[in-house]
């Protein structure tokens, strides 16, 4: 019954980063804090991102034939099992297990039954909005209908049940009773989601007891599969060419090269004996570094960096969340942006320059720049996350606060940048109409406590160019697998849309491949003329929801009302295709609605009578 369990590079931050809890193969896991992340990790190179979050540097553990779940040896991200309550589906037996009960390659099993059987992972599991996570105390369930002095006459911890009864339905069917002699207390799930008094371990499962919080925040039962177990937070950039890179490059160009050298490990592990100058003199000489730089260096490579004073509830300051879209938008809007490996970009047109006939001549009006992105490089890094909701607590990638770096992949892929043109938009945006609306976006975005974070992406102020380039970011991307066989969650957007930057583009790109396999042929989408025609063809769908017509006169809808005319029919992505948890979008904006006129909408007009004329040509 030997298995072998992987989880891929490129998800050690999405979706199985730091914090997350997930099933494979009938066995539940959380990746644990980059503390336990082993020595040998592979720096991804990201100067400008990591400079912007304050950062030493990024590392990707490296891809292994076995992650870490239950061989403390292996090479790749550490993940430990989780929730450590399991149960035998054939005798019921709930089962504790400790690390110590692991057996690489092998799941667990239940000590009782013969033939073996496997244990399976209890569903819920209980969690705080400070950030932490835990096992439900189900000795406590079992018990919690009798009054604390009988509770107290039960004195064993390890003999419970796990029962499903037929003659009930959903939760209610299950229940944990204990089977200690002359106890038998018991209670049903039925209302076990939800918030019961218990008290927060004031950690992750992967914290040591002295890393605990003194937590009083009210812990709340959820199944391990629920949305509000884990946000994580991301930041990610593209490599853009060096022009303007920041100054404080030099400092890790630096590090780098000590990092490098041939003394760093001597030194490392010299550190705080009687070598440890001799090797810092050579080291010192080789590189040019001081012994500042030696010694954060060195405490943050052995972890002996004194922790920054927690706060008492565990939680930490905000992560920094940088604006990085202007030197994106430079990069795709200059003339002829060398190229780098990582960066190849090549300015394109919809070839419609000879048409004179409608609705081209819409279309073309409406558009400024094509580029097409050949080569395209993202580091993703993952801040931390938050549990409960995505304004909680935030807890760090290293939950013990000590290192510098962050855990980061590198993913390559192809881009399709457009912007809109800036006269038309200009005009458009001036229309007493669209600012209503927006206006009135931009109020329930006022009063939504998602606002901070929408507002790292939109920039100071909500603009109505922001929501129609967002909503034709979502709209591309849905034609674009309807028409190419993408799946929506290989497409990603960036919009750039900061007024006070003078932006108006949108950058469509696939990012799901490693150096190897990038999933090619976004570019060939990109080409003339076929660019035109699959814009075209997205603006008249956009036209038409299936839930019209209460998608299209909707006043609020989606999360916090962030969404007017847009829902998962006509408008939506995956989670992970979209900068704003798929927010601020309205179809309206795009090809028009009752009181408000779209950008495009002369388009779909002008090709709906096209449309007709042909249909009135043709001979009968
Ligand atoms: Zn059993
Ligand atoms: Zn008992
Ligand atoms: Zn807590
Ligand atoms: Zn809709
Ligand atoms: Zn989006």
Redesign the pocket.
Known sequence: MSRRLRVRQAQTVLPFGVGAVFDIQGESFVATGIGDWPRRRQEVESPRLASRLGVSAFYAAPPAADDRFDRPDAAGAPYIRFPSWLFCGACRRMIRWRIADEKAGVPPRCPGCSPVRRLAPMRFVQICAGGHLGDVDWWFWAHSRLDPAARQSCDTRDRLRFNVSERATGLEALSVLCTAKGCGAGRDLLDVLGTHGMRCSGRNPWQRRGEAADCTKPVQVVQRTAGNLYYPVVSSALDIPESDAPAALTDEALAERVRSSDMWVPLCRAHGGPAEDAFRGLLKDETGADDALLDALLAEETGSAPPPPARADGASDEPASPDLSREEWAAFMSPAPPATRDFAVRESELGLGQEDAEPWVSLRERFGRVVLADRLREVRALQGFRRVSPTSAFVPADTARRLRWLPAVEVFGEGLFLTLDKDELTKWEDDDRVRRRVAGLRTDLGRSFQQDRLGTVTGAELSPRFVLLHTLGHLLIRQLSFESGYSTASLRERVYARPEHDQYGVLVYTAAGDAEGTLGGLVQQGEPPRLAETLLRMAEAAAW????PL?AEHSGQGFDNLNR???H???LLPETSCETGNTLLD?ALVVGGDQVPGYFEPVVAQARSAAAAAVERRPR
């Open positions: 929801c299936s839930a019209d998608c005319a847009a829902c029919a006509c408008a179809r």
